[in-house]
């Protein structure tokens, strides 16, 4: 291991046990064909930056769901601690669901049925497959649980 791979790692160890507090970080993708690779690009860009544990919310087509299991599986222990996730094959709400599928491709329009389909969840951040994070999400985290109001 060279100089540089052991002071990133320095640093990812130093930040990992920096958190101030044990807050969850809700985040939701949707990832359907070939957008498994940027989507696991994406999740690693989370990890390495945030303090807090995430808390992934993955829909993706059925054929694909084994990719992010075995991806994660592979992944170093102390990085698997620092994260949740579930994974949901993307479908249409119950109500009105002929006219929605006349209407959107399914998972274009995924993350528009997100707070029906994910009624428990109190808050949760979506994004696309295409970001890559430079920064800490609990800075994005704290800016929205701040507000007193529903935003989307």
Known sequence: MNLISIFILSIFFVKQYQAEDEQVINLSVVACGDRVPETLVLLKSALMFTLSKLNFFIFTEKNLQYQFT??????????????SYSIFEPKFPNNNREEWRKLFKLCASQRIFLPEILEKVDSLLYVDTDVLFLTD??????????????ST
């Not at 999400?137 to 800016?143: G, K, P, R």
């Open 70 to 83: 075995d991806q994660f599986n592979q992944w170093p222990k102390f990085v698997q601690k620092k994260f």
């Open 137 to 150: 999400l609990d800075q994005v985290w704290s800016h929205f649980k701040n507000r007193t109001s529903v």
